[in-house]
């Protein structure tokens, strides 16, 4: 699987934006050019010399041309090969079109399932982006049952990596809640990192019945516990089952709030 870091795809929509307001395209051009060929009567001559003269010096100077503005639209045809690490998709675009992008949805998840939507399954690219879009923006389990729904009615019976992505959206969006930078796979270990763990929680949950012997934890620069899994574990059922009785395990007794979070999943 080919990994794409997010910053990248955030440089290339700054390069593509500064393109579009710098360099019109050709075929434009050339409507413009015949135009003015064309044009009999002088004032318009003049005024289309003007526009020509305006997006040459643009174009030599990288400048941006003299013209109407508009909203910028850019379309993305990901591969199910591929893999956006750093950040998600839509905040890398979005960061570079000057949206603000809260910090909740930093949460990297790098665990070993399949999650992707097949061509096969959505043979449109821009149907594809569109529900990518929607699965990212996933908060409770309405909405998810809602999508699936949808693409069940629309595009026929979900396939197990469509399924996989959509609760790995909402996986990624209560560990956020609950202060994990990523969640990870490594092996049979599955790693939870935090810029500012609550050991006291780690190590309540450590002791519990079902999870004794397999929880560990470690300090240093990225600090992190682990899960260790049994064999044939689902490490995304896994997962969520960990966040579950983290968010249940506090000194303080049960915060209301965190508990709707994870109960969103």
Same mark, same amino acid.
């Given at each position: 699987? $080919? !990994?794409?870091?997010?910053?990248?795809?955030?440089?290339?929509?700054?390069?593509?934006?500064?393109?579009?307001?710098? +360099?019109?395209?050709?075929?434009?051009?050339?409507?413009?050019?015949?135009?003015?060929?064309?044009?009999?009567?002088?004032?318009?001559?003049?005024?289309?010399?003007?526009?020509?003269?305006?997006?040459?010096?643009?174009? !030599?100077?990288?400048?941006?041309?003299?013209?109407?503005?508009?909203?910028?639209?850019?379309?993305?045809?990901?591969?199910?090969?591929?893999?956006?690490?750093? /950040?998600?998709?839509?905040?890398?675009?979005?960061?570079?079109?000057?949206? &603000?992008?809260?910090?909740? $949805?930093?949460?990297?998840?790098? @665990?070993?399932?399949?999650?992707? @939507?097949?061509?096969?399954?959505?043979?449109?690219?821009?149907?594809?982006?569109?529900? &990518?879009?929607?699965?990212?923006?996933?908060?409770?389990?309405?909405?998810?049952?809602?999508?699936?729904? !949808?693409?069940?009615?629309?595009? /026929? !019976?979900?396939?197990?990596?469509? +399924?996989?992505?959509?609760?790995?959206?909402?996986?990624?969006?209560?560990?956020?809640?609950?202060?994990?930078?990523?969640?990870?796979?490594?092996?049979?270990?599955?790693?939870?990192? +935090?810029?500012?763990?609550?050991?006291?929680? @780690?190590?309540?949950?450590?002791?519990?019945?079902?999870?004794?012997?397999? @929880?560990?934890?470690? /300090?240093?620069?990225?600090?992190?516990?682990?899960?260790?899994?049994?064999?044939?574990?689902?490490?995304?059922?896994?997962?969520?089952?960990?966040?579950?009785?983290?968010?249940?395990?506090?000194?303080?007794?049960?915060?209301?709030?965190?508990?709707?979070? &994870?109960?969103?999943?």
């Amino acid at each position: 699987m $080919r !990994e794409i870091n997010a910053q990248l795809i955030t440089d290339k929509v700054a390069e593509l934006c500064i393109d579009a307001n710098c +360099s019109l395209p050709c075929d434009i051009r050339k409507r413009i050019e015949d135009a003015r060929a064309n044009e009999p009567w002088a004032t318009a001559q003049g005024i289309l010399d003007k526009i020509i003269e305006n997006y040459n010096i643009a174009d !030599e100077n990288r400048a941006p041309i003299c013209q109407d503005t508009g909203m910028c639209v850019i379309f993305l045809d990901i591969g199910q090969d591929a893999h956006i690490c750093g /950040g998600l998709l839509e905040d890398a675009v979005n960061a570079e079109k000057g949206i &603000y992008v809260p910090s909740v $949805r930093d949460c990297l998840i790098d @665990i070993n399932v399949n999650a992707y @939507i097949a061509d096969a399954y959505i043979p449109s690219s821009q149907q594809r982006i569109d529900v &990518y879009r929607k699965i990212a923006h996933l908060e409770s389990a309405d909405e998810r049952d809602d999508l699936l729904d !949808e693409l069940s009615d629309r595009y /026929g !019976e979900l396939p197990a990596p469509v +399924s996989n992505l959509v609760d790995i959206s909402l996986l990624r969006n209560a560990a956020s809640l609950l202060g994990f930078a990523s969640v990870e796979q490594k092996g049979a270990l599955l790693s939870f990192f +935090s810029d500012a763990p609550d050991m006291e929680r @780690i190590a309540a949950l450590a002791m519990l019945p079902e999870l004794r012997g397999r @929880i560990t934890a470690s /300090g240093g620069k990225r600090s992190h516990f682990s899960y260790r899994l049994e064999k044939g574990e689902n490490s995304l059922t896994a997962a969520r089952r960990v966040l579950e009785l983290y968010t249940k395990l506090s000194q303080k007794g049960i915060d209301k709030s965190e508990e709707l979070r &994870y109960n969103n999943l």
